[in-house]
């Protein structure tokens, strides 16, 4: 049985195949089409994945698309008409409702087959069933409490619910017009950060910062008895505006969130290009900090309503790694999962397990532990590659290429680290990574200078030897997916400073031998010659998506100043 999967017409587009049950690949649209976030139909992502089957679409049993159009339909229409949105609004829902709910004719243009060629059964699956499904079916609990937050999905914002076994029970939600992440988006736009997706940057700003604003904050959101959250309208375009999306060229852009009340009783909006002031950071660290509290607000509420000491958390809000460290300490909750990819674009996972688990009622495979599903290269395929290109490189055995990548990481040397198949969601995770040493001073400067080119606020994520957690953080957990952040000893700042963020925090990713041996032996190499089990990781990439092909990785290594570029065991060097 084949289930593929997708996010279609939305940011983050994405696909997935299942065969009976087992992930076989998955990948988000952007790294095929190089265009951040890309929404649309993600025919590419799909290709790839039926490629990586070795089937056509003719031989997929079932189709899970992670959005259902008729769902609170009566509601989106009567709050449409009941605060009179602008026509010009109403038509882009329409018009992109239209497309969700006519995947068949999208699949058969693109394919070029007839509908009756098309076997598959259609399944249009509620976006925050997607979302909880997506954590819970891929995590290693028999029954666990779960929590889908984000912006909208279907016009929800916010589901609670049980999982247990292969059955997913819906508790509560939150619907429209109500959203933590539309309050978070709304006062990053206000912040000055206006892209589709810059939310992390508040994230990374707010401990430069005091939450200095958090009672002001709460006129704009407030936690209420019944363990759930409202928003004060007054200060939000959404409720009488709607939210205006635009999917110019696939390119994911949404209109401006705050209202003039918003900006009376708050402050003008920062301009995009104005410096940011102490006043900026102060704000980012106050919405963090409420967002937090709402977060374990809910937590605490679900804890009490299910008994249950394992949670799993999927949605928009669940990338906020800040929050996401805090929550064990913070809640009853024991155990915390959080999928490899809990935006948007997991959602075409959970839409094929809801449809496997869930309504065929077929029993759960393994749990999913790593976040490599995507593309992968082998070496006869990248010296294949290279010499087409005329570049001069070396082939090494694996010790080898560990002796010379931490001799040139040792040395100020700033690696692109290019192996095996690509991670699936937005963390580098060892496979399409930029590595640098994290005992400089002045390793964060040294990337931004020749790589990055980014905000100096935002930090580098440590990439640590499982079995040293312990020595290094105050709390000990697996945390493969980059998907928290933890305080790190006070002892073991001053030894990786260049991972070390502004409020000795790092958004650590533990690195297991047996789910990912080249990884490690680079990071165990490392550590034989300097007593130090941690890389600095970061994407690799140029203000643009993570790089997917050699040729990308070639072309980021071209036209940067990194040092040394490794596809697998070949490495290239600067002359």
Not at 80 to 93: E, F, G, P, V, Y
Not at 282 to 296: K, M, P, V
Not at 378 to 394: A, G, P, Q, T, Y
Not at 440 to 456: F, G, H, P, Q, W
Request: glycine letters at 6%; proline letters at 5%.
């Amino acid at each position: 049985m084949y289930i593929l999967g997708i996010n279609a017409y939305h940011g983050d587009s994405s696909a997935c195949i299942y065969q009976n049950g087992t992930l076989i690949a998955a990948a988000e649209e952007e790294r095929f089409r190089r265009i951040k976030h890309w929404a649309g139909f993600p025919s590419q992502a799909i290709q790839f994945c039926l490629d990586e089957a070795g089937i056509r679409i003719t031989d997929v049993d079932h189709i899970a698309i992670s959005r259902d159009p008729k769902a609170n339909f009566s509601r989106k229409v009567f709050t449409a008409l009941k605060n009179r949105l602008s026509i010009s609004n109403m038509l882009n829902r329409v018009k992109n409702l239209k497309k969700a709910a006519s995947i068949t004719d999208e699949f058969c243009n693109h394919f070029n087959i007839e509908p009756q060629q098309l076997k598959a059964q259609i399944h249009n699956v509620e976006h925050h069933r997607s979302h909880l499904a997506s954590a819970f079916f891929a995590s290693p609990y028999s029954k666990a409490a779960l929590l889908s937050i984000d912006g909208f999905g279907d016009f929800t914002s916010t589901m609670t619910g049980i999982g247990n076994d292969n059955q997913i029970k819906v508790l509560e939600t939150v619907s429209y017009p109500h959203s933590i992440g539309v309050f978070y988006t709304t006062f990053t736009q206000w912040l000055g950060f206006p892209h589709y997706g810059d939310e992390y940057k508040v994230m990374g700003l707010a401990p430069y910062g005091k939450p200095k604003y958090v009672e002001k904050l709460r006129e704009a959101i407030k936690a209420t008895d019944n363990g759930l959250f409202e928003l004060n309208l007054k200060y939000f375009n959404h409720p009488t505006k709607g939210v205006n999306m635009v999917w110019e060229g696939g390119i994911p852009a949404m209109d401006s969130l705050f209202s003039d009340e918003l900006i009376k009783d708050f402050g003008p909006a920062r301009r995009s290009d104005e410096p940011l002031s102490q006043d900026h950071k102060d704000w980012a660290a106050s919405i963090q900090r409420i967002t937090e509290e709402i977060i374990f607000h809910l937590l605490k509420h679900l804890h009490t309503k299910t008994g249950l000491d394992s949670v799993c958390i999927a949605g928009g809000v669940a990338q906020n790694s800040v929050a996401n460290g805090k929550i064990l300490l913070n809640t009853p909750f024991k155990q915390l999962y959080i999928p490899p990819a809990g935006h948007d674009a997991g959602t075409c996972i959970g839409a094929s397990l809801w449809v496997y688990n869930h309504l065929l009622q077929q029993p759960r495979t393994e749990p999913m532990l790593h976040g490599y599903l995507g593309s992968q290269y082998n070496n006869e395929d990248i010296k294949e590659f290279l010499s087409d290109k005329n570049v001069k490189f070396e082939k090494l055995e694996n010790h080898e290429l560990f002796d010379r990548v931490t001799d040139c990481l040792i040395n100020a040397g700033v690696v692109g680290w290019f192996q095996g198949r690509a991670e699936f969601g937005p963390r580098a995770l060892g496979h399409r990574s930029i590595i640098a040493d994290p005992r400089r001073t002045d390793a964060k400067d040294i990337l931004n200078a020749k790589i990055k080119r980014r905000e100096s606020f935002r930090p580098f994520a440590p990439s640590i030897l499982k079995e040293h957690v312990e020595t290094y953080f105050e709390q000990t957990d697996n945390v493969p997916f980059m998907e928290k952040v933890f305080q790190i000893k006070e002892e073991r700042k001053v030894l990786i400073p260049a991972v070390t963020h502004v409020d000795g925090t790092g958004r650590l990713q533990t690195v297991d031998q047996h789910i990912e041996p080249k990884y490690y032996g680079l990071i165990n190499r490392f550590y034989e010659k300097t007593d130090v089990p941690v890389l600095l990781n970061t994407s690799f990439n140029e203000n643009e998506p993570i790089v997917n092909h050699p040729a990308h990785a070639l072309d980021c290594f071209l036209r940067t100043k990194m040092d040394m570029l490794v596809l697998e065991n070949y490495i290239i060097t600067r002359e």
